[in-house]
């Protein structure tokens, strides 16, 4: 049954509201209420949006809006005061994460390589939104660990550009060679950094300026929202997803003197952004995973988790930091990011996942996001609670 947009968008908004009122008497965190919603919202669930096609439209938008408001947050200033904590731990918390993944779902699942390195490039990226907010929100942003995830998590937003254009190369989509696959790949790569060069020095400070002569924030606010959709629609055309053409946008855009006025627009409309993201995430989950696969769900869950701990806490440890920032960082990027879903999609798409491991991919990454604020808040008591541990098992070794 197809609807108008204004009454699939009061069925969305409506249902998340009072969820997320049941939620707070509840004490439930709101990520989690979106998340309820899309699953009730979802085709699997209701006959209301029984058009799967649309609802991935749905989820793109979502994706769309929420990585252009993180792209407009990302800053190169605050990137080069902890250059090295983003060149060193955030490349070795993303590589060794693929290493660790591929290899042991290669020895769990014998996959083919080429799938087991894919599986690699979604557990290696984190959720920026959510772990950036919650660090903020409990004023841990600039802890010795809120600063090592900060970088962290900008070398994964930036490393999601070569993960997007090598899947298909993993996939031997094409009549080319590897070797000239990654030709085309390095080509492709040198376009968009150049264009986007191009367009952050003077195409887009120009547009701005002569925007700017109105004095009229609404006419600002169009003129940005005409730039978001023309870029991502650019990178489109270049092969590679809208939604790290959004990025790419709000990160041009937060380059320019009028950084802080985009972010001030729109900032009203982040948690609008947030919540219809983790709402079309629940609304493409099939519920009916949790009865016919909660043995796997269970377990790669606990999988996940402890090989993201590992990847963090190793990638710490490189840098010689202490065990304390050690394991608050593991434990807070223990979870896949919202670019994890755009790789999924393309890895469905060229065959490098079923849609059975699919819909196990979203439920485990549903499961992990859920309880991803309370992991951040706890973080930096694992770190008491693990030398208690050691200590007494020290001393019932001593009186043995």
């Known amino acids: 049954m197809q609807h108008h947009i204004l009454f699939n968008i009061f069925a969305i908004f409506g249902v998340a509201t009072l969820v997320i009122i049941i939620c707070k008497f509840l004490k439930i965190r709101y990520i989690i209420g979106y998340l309820i919603t899309g699953v009730l919202l979802s085709p699997n669930t209701s006959s209301y949006f029984a058009d799967?096609?649309?609802?991935?439209?749905?989820?793109?938008?979502?994706?769309?809006?929420?990585?252009?408001?993180?792209?407009?947050?990302?800053?190169?200033?605050?990137?080069?005061?902890?250059?090295?904590?983003?060149?060193?731990?955030?490349?070795?918390?993303?590589?060794?994460?693929?290493?660790?993944?591929?290899?042991?779902?290669?020895?769990?699942?014998?996959?083919?390589?080429?799938?087991?390195?894919?599986?690699?490039?979604?557990?290696?990226?984190?959720s920026t939104a959510i772990v950036i907010k919650v660090l903020q929100d409990s004023n841990k942003i600039n802890t010795p660990h809120g600063r090592f995830i900060l970088a962290v998590l900008l070398f994964q937003d930036i490393i999601i550009v070569p993960f997007i254009l090598l899947t298909p190369i993993l996939a031997g989509v094409g009549e080319a060679s590897p070797a000239e696959a990654l030709l085309?790949?390095?080509?492709?790569?040198?376009?968009?950094?150049?264009?986007?060069?191009?367009?952050?020095?003077?195409?887009?400070?120009?547009?701005?300026?002569?925007?700017?002569?109105?004095?009229?924030?609404?006419?600002?606010?169009?003129?940005?929202?005409?730039?978001?959709?023309?870029?991502?629609?650019?990178?489109?055309?270049?092969?590679?997803?809208?939604?790290?053409?959004?990025?790419?946008a709000g990160l041009i855009i937060s380059e320019t003197d009028y950084n802080h006025m985009a972010i001030s627009c729109f900032l009203p409309f982040r948690y609008v952004f947030m919540s219809f993201f983790f709402i079309s995430m629940g609304m493409l989950l099939d519920f009916q995973i949790f009865l016919t696969d909660l043995e796997s769900i269970v377990f790669w869950f606990f999988f996940t988790l402890m090989v993201k701990v590992a990847a963090g806490i190793l990638a710490v440890q490189i840098l010689r930091l202490d065990w304390k920032t050690a394991l608050a960082v593991g434990f807070s990027i223990a979870q896949i990011g919202e670019f994890s879903f755009v790789l999924a999609q393309s890895g469905l798409k060229y065959n490098l996942m079923n849609v059975q491991n699919y819909q196990i991919f979203l439920a485990v990454s549903i499961l992990l996001m859920s309880v991803t604020p309370v992991i951040v808040l706890k973080a930096e008591n694992f770190h008491p609670a693990f030398a208690r541990l050691i200590k007494n098992r020290r001393y019932g070794r001593k009186r043995a």
């Open 52 to 126: 799967m096609e649309e609802v991935e439209v749905y989820a793109e938008i979502g994706i769309i809006l929420l990585l252009f408001t993180v792209g407009l947050e990302f800053s190169f200033t605050n990137l080069k005061k902890i250059k090295k904590y983003v060149l060193v731990g955030g490349a070795s918390q993303v590589f060794l994460t693929i290493a660790i993944t591929a290899s042991l779902i290669w020895l769990v699942n014998k996959p083919t390589f080429e799938e087991s390195i894919f599986w690699g490039f979604l557990y290696a990226l984190s």
């Open 184 to 248: 085309w790949l390095l080509g492709k790569m040198t376009m968009m950094a150049l264009l986007a060069y191009l367009l952050a020095r003077y195409v887009i400070p120009f547009f701005l300026r002569t925007v700017m002569r109105v004095q009229s924030q609404e006419v600002f606010l169009i003129a940005l929202v005409f730039m978001v959709t023309g870029i991502a629609l650019l990178t489109e055309q270049l092969g590679l997803s809208l939604a790290l053409g959004a990025f790419i």
